[in-house]
Structures are given as structure tokens and as C-alpha cells.
Nanobody, 124 residues
Framework: QVQLVESGGGLVQAGGSLRLSCAASGFSLDDYAITWFRQAPGQERKEISCITNIGSTNYADPVKGRFTISRDSAKNTVSLQMNLLKLEDTAVYYC??????????????????WGQGTQVTVSS
């Protein structure tokens, strides 16, 4: 069965860290672009970081310098290391994957697979 599963969410104090993982089953992530999104209550889903099929990484301004995306081919996962967490980072975090038809430096616009999401709550 082809699926993406996020893990690593939880409750953390402001200033703390969490590491989210996006694990793929049924396919290899190696040739895929993976993007992390988040959706806070009452807000639209927003793209926050991606790693492309050629290893380029991109970050949204609110997380730049605090979050790091990386790929582990051996584990078939993509992780999002989140440091210096802020209250406004509270959201459900989703990963999505697509296999681009050509090498990409920027985040894709459409995706083939989505995970179910993992809750991140940052407290004061």
C-alpha cells in the first residue's frame, strides 16, 4: 500500500525543538520532491519547506533559519528539524510527495501523495 505517514509531533514549550518524520511505504522517496505543509486552526494550509528531487531545499520566511529539511534514503524518510519553536508554529503538519518529470529547484505545485498529518503544539 502506497502511503505517507508523519510522526514526531507533540507538545513542546516555546524555544524548544521537535523533529518530524515523513515515512513512505510502497514506494521510494529518492526521486520524489517532498514538501511539508502546516495548517493552523482557522487558517489555510501553507507550504513551509520542501526538498526537491535533486536535493534543493526551500523554506518559507516564517521558518527560515529555524527549520531544516533533510532526506534519509536508507530509512526512506524526509525529516523536518524544528528549532526555536514559537507559539505561531502550532499547527497540524502534513507531508506531501510528487515525482517530478524533470529536475526541480523549486517546490512542486501538485502532489500525488499526502500524509494524514501530525499535531504540533507549542506552549508558552
Amino acid at each position: 500500500q502506497v502511503q505517507l505517514v508523519e510522526s514526531g509531533g507533540g507538545l513542546v514549550q516555546a524555544g524548544g525543538s521537535l523533529r518530524l518524520s515523513c515515512a513512505a511505504s510502497g514506494f521510494s522517496l529518492d526521486d520524489y520532491a517532498i514538501t511539508w505543509f502546516r495548517q493552523a486552526p482557522g487558517q489555510e494550509r501553507k507550504e513551509i519547506s520542501c526538498i526537491t528531487n535533486i536535493g534543493s531545499t526551500n523554506y518559507a520566511d516564517p521558518v527560515k533559519g529555524r527549520f531544516t529539511i533533510s532526506r534519509d534514503s536508507a530509512k526512506n524518510t524526509v525529516s523536518l528539524q524544528m528549532n526555536l519553536l514559537k507559539l505561531e508554529d502550532t499547527a497540524v503538519y502534513y507531508c506531501a510527495a510528487v515525482k517530478p518529470s524533470w529536475p526541480r529547484h523549486s517546490c512542486p505545485l501538485e502532489y500525488d501523495y499526502w500524509g494524514q498529518g501530525t499535531q504540533v503544539t507549542v506552549s508558552s
